[in-house]
């Protein structure tokens, strides 16, 4: 018994006391690694679904009689805040673009609250004539959902109603640009009024109005497009969207789409990024 316990045993001992050890602790971070790999899937998967559910959601290549209309839309997340639409109520069509403060999850649960809230008021709401009637609705159900969210949220946007050759406007968002094809002139129409969802009550509806006439174009836009900034830290602005239009004004709205999306290529860009061209045939 007095070799039981020899030093090359005790070493031997200790040696596998420490790979036991280890083996213990690597079996218990396997199992911490799985458990974090199948919670990112979990999440992976909800947010894939919530990525499917937004697109499902946004018109690909929405049609207006007399009109020619391209759409763009890139998110910097799986989810992102851009909204924009174009809906026809069986009379008249409407387009909006927005953007909900900030990117992610909740901005995109946000837009999508967005979009179910101007789409069933459009629909069911009954004095549907009154296009600040339809904003005040929507704005009380987008304000109540994001009190229960506990978020601090709210949607710059403009929506337009067209009505023949008219267009009627309300809301707070970026500068409108409209192309003039008979002057070769862009007009900027500034938004006034208040953001979605950031009161429940809105006082102020001020609207704009406007005509387009055959070659004008209207090009709508969120802050994604004008903030990015190329190799001299200049941002793109108003102005390169004017300029853009005035060269290539010509071209049909896929092509106009096409165009400024090389020039989006000169400009990094930590936003969601949404435009809509829309072209008076």
Request: net charge negative.
């Amino acid at each position: 018994m007095t070799n039981a316990f020899s030093k090359d045993r005790i070493e031997l001992l200790n040696l596998l006391s420490s790979q036991i050890a280890i083996s213990i602790e690597n079996s218990r971070l396997m199992k911490e690694v799985v458990e974090v790999t199948k919670e990112k899937a979990k999440a992976s998967t909800a947010m894939e679904i919530a990525k499917d559910m937004q697109t499902c959601l946004i018109p690909n290549s929405p049609v207006v009689g007399g009109f020619d209309i391209s759409v763009y839309m890139e998110t910097c997340d799986e989810v992102g805040g851009d909204y924009f639409d174009v809906i026809n109520d069986g009379t008249r069509d409407w387009f909006i673009i927005g953007d909900v403060s900030g990117h992610g999850v909740k901005s995109g649960m946000v837009m999508m609250m967005a979009q179910v809230a101007i789409h069933t008021a459009l629909k069911f709401f009954e004095e549907k004539s009154n296009l600040e009637d339809i904003i005040q609705k929507v704005n009380q159900v987008i304000s109540t959902n994001i009190s229960i969210m506990n978020a601090e949220k709210y949607i710059s946007f403009s929506i337009f109603l067209r009505e023949e050759d008219k267009f009627h406007f309300l809301g707070l968002h970026l500068p409108v640009i409209l192309f003039r094809a008979k002057e070769k002139t862009i007009e900027i129409l500034e938004t006034t009024g208040s953001w979605l969802g950031y009161c429940e009550f809105m006082n102020d509806f001020p609207l704009g109005e406007f005509q387009m006439n055959s070659g004008d174009i209207l090009f709508l836009y969120t802050d994604g497009v004008t903030e990015g900034r190329n190799h001299k830290g200049e941002m793109l602005m108003d102005t390169g969207i004017k300029n853009f239009l005035l060269e290539f004004y010509e071209l049909n709205t896929e092509e106009l789409k096409k165009e400024f999306l090389k020039i989006l290529l000169n400009y990094e860009n930590e936003d969601d990024i949404t435009f809509m061209i829309i072209k008076k045939k």
